[in-house]
């Protein structure tokens, strides 16, 4: 119940492509669905979040899709550039509990040029 | 403006040593976690502390691991009796409150490697 289950695991995709990655978790208690980048040698970084009294969210390149009744949630990288090239992991937490992340497996992108 | 500070970066110990891993969180923030990261997969959440408290510890091993966040000074992630299985990466994460879908800011970590 606490997994957040995330696909695929790798993924290629070329320059000025759309990138999808997505995640399903089966905890309704869940209410904070944050998406983070790491590359090598560094820390997770927060790209963007959202909590599911909104379908969609968007930032820039960067837009998150959420299906409350399916228990999905996915990641689309609009033109995706060399530089997106990276590992991303979805994440759920119980926000209005408590701000421990549960994490996906993570997907290794790699943006051709 | 610093963000999260671990050290060291990287650690190495001999099997049956003991490693201590420290992190400053963000100045202002009393929330920290850790969580680890092994090849391949995905963090794991192992701790959570408020300033002398212990919030959630439900992700740490029972035996060998133990954290601590004093008054004052940083966080420490203490591994008592290394062993090969404990090498990984570990990840501090800082947040200024402790619910609510504030953002957690992670450090680089420590790249902890048991020979």
């Known amino acids: 119940q606490q997994q957040v289950k995330q696909s695929p695991q790798s993924l290629i995709v070329q320059k000025g492509g759309i990138s999808i990655i997505n995640c399903a978790y089966e905890n309704t208690a869940f209410d904070y669905f944050p998406w983070y980048q790491q590359f090598p040698g560094k820390g997770p970084a927060l790209l963007i979040a959202?909590?599911?009294?909104?379908s969609e969210k968007k930032e820039g390149r960067f837009t998150i899709s959420f299906n409350k009744s399916a228990k999905q949630f996915s990641l689309h990288i609009m033109d995706s550039q060399p530089g997106d090239s990276a590992t991303y992991f979805c994440?759920?937490?119980?926000?209005?509990?408590?701000?421990?992340?549960?994490f996906g497996t993570g997907t290794l992108l790699a943006v051709q040029p | 403006n610093a963000g999260v500070m671990q050290n060291p970066r990287h650690l190495v110990r001999r099997r049956g040593q003991e490693a201590r891993l420290r992190c400053s969180p963000v100045k202002g923030h009393s929330h920290v976690y850790w969580y680890r990261q092994l090849p391949e997969e995905g963090l794991k959440f192992m701790v959570y502390?408020?300033?002398?408290?212990?919030?959630?510890e439900s992700g740490m091993p029972k035996e060998r691991f133990s954290a601590e966040f004093p008054k004052e000074g940083p966080s420490i992630l203490r591994i008592q009796q290394v062993v090969r299985g404990d090498s990984a990466a570990y990840f501090c994460?800082?947040?200024?409150?402790?619910?609510?879908?504030?953002?957690?800011?992670f450090g680089q970590g420590t790249r902890l490697t048991v020979v």
């Open positions: 959202i909590r599911p009294d909104v």
């Open positions: 502390l408020q300033k002398e408290n212990i919030i959630d």
């Open positions: 994440a759920a937490s119980m926000g209005s509990a408590t701000n421990k992340l549960i």
């Open positions: 994460a800082s947040s200024l409150y402790g619910q609510g879908d504030t953002e957690a800011f």
